[in-house]
């Protein structure tokens, strides 16, 4: 079998950041990666199962194969769907050679040596604690910034969620582990990281030091060279006010929380077991509306999960109107494997979901036009991310995770660089401006 791979990643940050520990391992074992799935000899989907959708894509992907270019390769379905689905993949479909779920990435080397002997059917679904966070041979796909896992798992048991299945429970690095990470990712030029975990705020230092995520947050946001630092994903019931006061003190901290709520009906937060009422959302909402510097706030919501009355619906409208979030993604509900709400009685109709998802779409996408266009004449700083050579626009992102495509010194090579630009013109999803020059910017801070 030629030693080449193609890897393809379903999901959010976390997924893809374990792509790149993937990627790392096969390049330091020999594999060489490829950009297609009919040029490689190792065809590798990194799966995610949050929505049914995405679970329903990797075994398109899979079923296609079969039927086309599939022969005389090893397939590999590794991630999440394999973590919840197991060995049931082999069954669903014969040509998978390998099943892995995420904790047990560090085993790849040995998994591969069995494939290569000619094993047809290896797995690793072992979701030791030992087993998590980076591989020695994590490949970073980007060299200005980087994803840091800080925290694995979770203990929330969500009733609709299978992360406490795929992810298993939530343990910490240790704050010493993830401040030397972070220092050599400056060392090598990056200038911001983001720190990722299931439930990035719950993380507990299990050293000695035992800092809490509030004083990581804030020492690695002091290492020299670091720029910007992010977090991804908040869980409300951990969302504490020193967050708040630490991206207040420390501006190296993106202004900019993600914090999800997935209904404004307490009752439905109920059902949902997300342990916070609508209340004690808002009260988290409140500690960021009145921070001494603007913050960013966006969120997650589910539609149509069982149980939901129409009051509960405009529950969750007028909760967008109150927060004025700038933007949010939106999900249909979707029964998921092992989860309590499969139990639950009232469900929707698809119809049903499809009708409410529109309209919480539509009242997001006005208030991101008012928002955004409130933004017109501001000068922001813009982290240089690429170049649309057809519109002549550099395309970078703000501290407030804003896209912001700017025109304007064509002559430099800016990607990675920080660039102050002048915003001329919104849109619901993105700015647009043109640069200006660094005195301009330094007036205005």
Known sequence: MEKTFYIETFGCQMNAHDSEKVAGTLLQQGYNQVETPEEAGYVFYNTCSIRDKAEQKVFNRLQHFKKSAGKDKIFAVIGCVAQQEGEKIFDRAPHV???????????????????????????????????????????????????????????????YCVVPFTRGPERSRTSASVMEEATRLADSGRTEIQLLGQ?????????????????????????????????MTSHPRDFVRP????????????????????????????????L???????????WMKRARRPISITTDIIVGFPGETERDFEDTLELLEEVQYDSL????????????????????????KTRRIMILNERQRAIQIRRNSERVGAVEEVHVEGRHATLGQWIGRTEHNQTLN????????????????????????????????????????
């Open 406 to 445: 700017f025109s304007g010194r064509d002559d430099e090579a800016l990607l990675g660089h920080y660039v102050p630009a002048r915003v001329t013109r919104a849109g619901p999803n993105s700015l647009v401006g043109e640069s200006v020059n660094q005195a301009d910017f330094a007036s205005v801070l």
């Open 199 to 231: 439930n990035v705020n719950s993380y507990r230092d299990p050293s000695p030091a035992g800092w809490d995520f509030a004083t990581l947050l804030d020492r690695v946001g002091s290492i020299p060279g670091i720029r910007r630092v992010r977090f």
């Open 329 to 352: 993604f939106a999900f249909k509900y979707s029964p998921r494997p092992n989860t309590s709400a499969l139990g639950l009685g009232d469900h929707i109709p698809e119809e049903e």
């Open 97 to 159: 050679n390998l099943v892995a779920g995420s904790a047990s990435y560090t085993r790849l080397p040995e998994m591969l040596v069995q494939l290569e002997a000619g094993n047809k059917r290896v797995t690793g679904l072992s979701l030791d604690n030992s087993e998590a966070f980076d591989t020695p041979f994590t490949r970073r796909d980007n060299p200005h910034r980087a994803y840091l896992t800080i925290i694995e798992g979770c203990d929330k048991k969500c009733s």
């Open 243 to 274: 967050i708040i006061d630490a991206i207040e003190s420390n501006r190296n901290l993106c202004s900019h929380v993600h914090l999800p709520v997935q209904s404004g009906s307490t009752s439905v937060l109920k059902g949902m077991q997300r």
């Open 276 to 286: 916070y009422t609508r209340e004690q959302y808002m009260e988290r909402i409140s």
